[in-house]
């Protein structure tokens, strides 16, 4: 655990320390990285040093939260007056430019208590460009004592206008000892640790849900198990389950995402061996026997038609069914 009490992404926390020592905190911070990475907690952590009531007066060159005062378990709770966060419709899951203005607007005013009044827009990216510009006269003008934190896991979705206007920091996976050290301390026994921590994919936030709620692990075995129904099932099967999937598009990202590293995994374990560091460490007996039964240039080929697969249902308008039919062709048959 580092001096935000985050497991992971020090150096995020050493640039913004810095900054906050030198001055040169920016008005507006844009964090960028993967689905359940640790992007809101490091917002909040940030949030919490720039208004914690202890650090400045005990430790100048140490900005950290203390945790203990009265502006640190208000922002924990979610109970501080000066700390704003933007309601996505429960709807349709988008910000409204509505919901943008009225968070935006408190912005103008002097905070009751704190230093800053701080606006935190998580998945910024779920805003449309018109309502993301409901944004700009706030970044281009913004109040002495204003400061806009915003996350995003989809870059490319925010106008360039935001992004060019905000401090970009971007966070890349946690090492997979951090994340183990995460659920030890949360109380995961060692085994149970290691196997959650290597299927995170360094999403901190992921593991810790993963060891709180049995459902997460049962959804991602629901997810191997239809892979390896499609490894061997017929085309005719194969092309019915691609209906089924198409139908739910948003499911598709992680469940994509998961299968990659299956792929990954038997690749790595047909060119290393046994030895090889492998994700889905619980799929051992499988894996071993798909090596036997599939060549390397298959499982190759299959893990690039995942790759595509991806890109073609978040970059492009094509068809989900067709393109998923596309890919499962490309995938070996063992039966």
């Not at 640039?15 to 920016?26: D, F, K, P």
């Not at 009751?112 to 003008?141: C, G, H, M, S």
């Not at 892979?227 to 139908?247: P, Q």
Request: neutral net charge.
């Amino acid at each position: 655990m580092n001096a935000w009490g985050l497991y992971g992404h020090d150096w995020a926390v050493e640039h913004l320390q810095r900054s906050i020592i030198n001055g040169r905190a920016r008005h507006a911070y844009l964090f960028m990285g993967g689905d359940r990475i640790g992007k809101t907690t490091l917002a909040l952590a940030f949030a919490k040093t720039m208004n914690c009531e202890v650090w400045r007066e005990q430790a100048p060159l140490d900005p950290r939260p203390c945790g203990v005062c009265s502006s640190c378990l208000r922002i924990d709770s979610g109970n501080h007056p000066d700390i704003a966060r933007a309601r996505h419709d429960p709807d349709t899951g988008t910000l409204r430019i509505e919901e943008i203005r009225e968070v935006a607007g408190r912005l103008s005013l002097r905070p009751f208590e704190a230093r800053f009044r701080v606006a935190l827009f998580i998945d910024f990216d779920q805003a449309k460009p018109q309502a993301q510009d409901a944004l700009l006269k706030t970044l281009e003008e913004p109040s002495r004592y204003a400061m806009l934190l915003l996350t995003t896991t989809e870059p490319e979705l925010v106008l360039p206008t935001i992004t060019s206007r905000s401090q970009v920091v971007r966070l890349r996976p946690v090492a997979v000892d951090d994340v183990r050290a995460a659920l030890t301390d949360a109380g995961a026994p060692p085994s149970d640790a290691d196997l959650i921590a290597r299927l995170s994919g360094g999403r901190i936030g992921w593991a810790l849900e993963a060891w709180r709620k049995p459902e997460v692990l049962q959804t991602r075995a629901q997810a191997l198990d239809l892979l390896d129904e499609i490894i061997g099932g017929s085309r005719a099967h194969r092309f019915a389950l691609a209906e089924d999937l198409a139908k739910e598009k948003s499911s598709l990202s992680p469940l994509l995402a998961l299968w990659q590293t299956y792929w990954r995994d038997l690749v790595l374990h047909k060119v290393s061996g046994v030895g090889a560091p492998l994700v889905n460490i619980d799929r051992i007996a499988k894996l071993e026997l798909l090596a036997s039964r599939i060549p390397v240039e298959a499982a190759l080929n299959a893990l690039k038609s995942t790759r595509e697969l991806m890109r073609l249902l978040t970059e492009t308008n094509t068809q989900p069914r067709l393109a998923l039919e596309a890919a499962f062709l490309d995938y070996p048959i063992v039966r």
